[in-house]
């Protein structure tokens, strides 16, 4: 069967709602970066027949119509705001023999979305992307391999990762594991069934190692074997976990529960269920069996049917109690902060770059969306190769809640700017995008973005080479 051209895009403009335009609520490209409110979701499918002259026009058409129910749903809800969390295309033969001689045949269009409110953002929050910006691409594009079903406008990507052998399947349990990987497994074995990860870290206590699949899973392993899986990343931050390659085997997979408890189930129905329910911290609970413990995180979210707050499953952890570290541990540093000086080299120069990590052993490595290979040597320092080539430099914080005292020393140890009018000092020919700086040089590209307070930080600098 021949497939078409990858997903078309959503042409959906970033703006601001009013009451007049209720039916134009925005699709957001950027999660607010507050405690917006869930005011309902949605999942809508719609399909229509077609042929091959027709499909281009049609596809567009069952876009339109799939978007205008997802507002006008959204509207009637109350709310402000739409995230699209999917979006899938299938183009379907069917059996009827008319058809069959007529050459036509379905398009099935499913989406997924969140109507949220607005609220007051907070300018210090690192941005973090949603699943589909506003174009209707995914943030970080998908895998070109398509799934195994006759799929025509199916979400791809430019690179090859490893994939599980056989579809996983969504169950999470203390007996069967984490879509059938369990605590204490091999890394071989792990492999076996998830296929290749897409990012591998050494971690600073020796013989401990993390691995990740997608954006989505973190598994933390000893001595090769698996001390506990994670249904999402909890170490690195935002502007790291973005750029990882969306694993479509994960990204597209739901977990539940014993078989039959999904994301956002109510915690009430839990404890109904769980009698042995072990309360560990606020919002935080464990079911144990021996050695092995599923720790279920809950968080609060506002029920727009009852107009009441309701406290729900938010993410799960299977852990092997006697091996999982007391505190979480950070990557092993292949570059110490104090070691990156300025010797009156251009510190914005490719040169500067190539000589000071040449001898640098490559610990912390991650498959980035674009196929490219994200190195991070530090709190504050990662850099992007393509075939072995420099392609970029990025200085900015590593970790999740990691304040701005180490960027600002690797700042001022190279000697680069550390602020608003530092940099437009040092680039005069630099202008401000909506709170992003950039300079266009010879072959270079810089970039950074700023706080909104105080002297207007520097939060992160980002040099690409042409």
Same mark, same amino acid.
């Given at each position: 069967m021949k497939t078409s051209s990858p997903f078309y895009c959503l042409l959906i403009c970033w703006a601001t709602m009013s009451a007049a335009a209720a039916a134009d609520l925005p699709i957001l490209d950027?999660?607010?970066?507050?405690?917006?409110?869930?005011?309902q979701q949605f999942d809508i499918t719609q399909q229509r027949s077609t042929d091959e002259a027709s499909e281009p026009e049609d596809q567009q058409k069952l876009l339109a119509d799939v978007l205008h129910l997802i507002r006008r749903n959204s509207a009637d809800a109350g709310a402000e705001a739409i995230i699209l969390q999917y979006v899938n295309g299938d183009k379907l033969m069917l059996k009827n023999s008319v058809r069959r001689k007529t050459g036509s045949f379905e398009l099935r269009l499913n989406a997924r979305a969140d109507a949220i409110t607005l609220c007051d953002e907070d300018p210090k929050l690192p941005l973090k992307a949603t699943p589909f910006n506003e174009r209707g691409n995914r943030n970080a594009v998908l895998s070109t391999q398509s799934i195994n079903i006759p799929i025509a406008f199916t979400l791809t990507t430019n690179i090859?990762?490893?994939?599980?052998?056989?579809? =996983?399947?969504p169950l999470v349990s203390l007996q069967q594991g984490f879509h059938g990987v369990l605590p204490g497994m091999t890394s071989d074995e792990l492999k076996a069934i998830w296929g290749a990860p897409d990012a591998e870290f050494q971690l600073q206590q020796q013989g401990y190692q993390a691995l990740a699949y997608g954006k989505q899973y973190w598994l933390l392993l000893y001595q090769d074997k698996i001390v506990s899986i994670d249904s999402r990343h909890s170490l690195l931050s935002?502007?790291?976990?973005?750029?990882?390659?969306?694993?479509?085997?994960?990204?597209?997979?739901?977990?539940?529960?014993?078989?039959?408890? $999904?994301?956002?189930?109510?915690?009430?129905?839990?404890?109904?269920?769980?009698?042995? =329910?072990?309360?560990?911290?606020?919002?935080?609970f464990s079911l144990q069996q021996g050695d092995r413990q599923l720790q279920m995180e809950f968080a609060d979210y506002l029920d727009i049917r009852s107009?009441?707050?309701?406290?729900?499953?938010?993410?799960?952890?299977?852990q092997s109690v006697k091996l999982t570290p007391p505190t979480? =541990?950070?990557?092993?540093v292949a570059l110490p902060l104090d070691q990156l000086q300025n010797d009156s080299t251009n510190p914005f120069s490719r040169q500067y770059w190539q000589t000071t990590l040449q001898s640098v052993p490559v610990l912390n490595s991650a498959v980035r969306s674009d196929g490219y290979a994200i190195t991070i040597y530090n709190a504050s320092l990662a850099a992007v190769f393509h075939l072995q080539q420099l392609? $970029?430099?990025?200085?900015?914080?590593?970790?999740?809640?990691?304040?701005?005292d180490q960027l600002q020393q690797t700042l001022k140890n190279l000697g680069m700017p550390n602020s608003k009018a530092a940099f437009l000092q040092q680039f005069p020919d630099a202008f401000d995008a909506l709170g992003k700086l950039i300079y266009y040089g010879d072959q270079i590209e810089v970039s950074a973005l700023y706080s909104?307070?105080?002297?207007?930080?520097? $939060?992160n600098i980002t040099i690409s080479f042409m």
């Open positions: 950027t999660f607010p970066r507050c405690d917006y409110q869930l005011v090859d990762t490893g994939s599980p052998a056989q579809p =996983l399947k935002a502007d790291i976990t973005r750029q990882l390659n969306d694993n479509q085997a994960f990204s597209h997979l739901a977990w539940q529960l014993d078989g039959q408890f $999904e994301q956002r189930t109510p915690l009430t129905e839990l404890k109904a269920q769980y009698q042995q =329910l072990k309360p560990l911290a606020d919002n935080l107009g009441t707050q309701q406290t729900v499953l938010n993410q799960l952890r299977l979480q =541990l950070e990557l092993a392609k $970029e430099i990025q200085l900015l914080p590593v970790y999740q809640g990691q304040g701005s909104e307070t105080g002297d207007s930080q520097l $939060e």
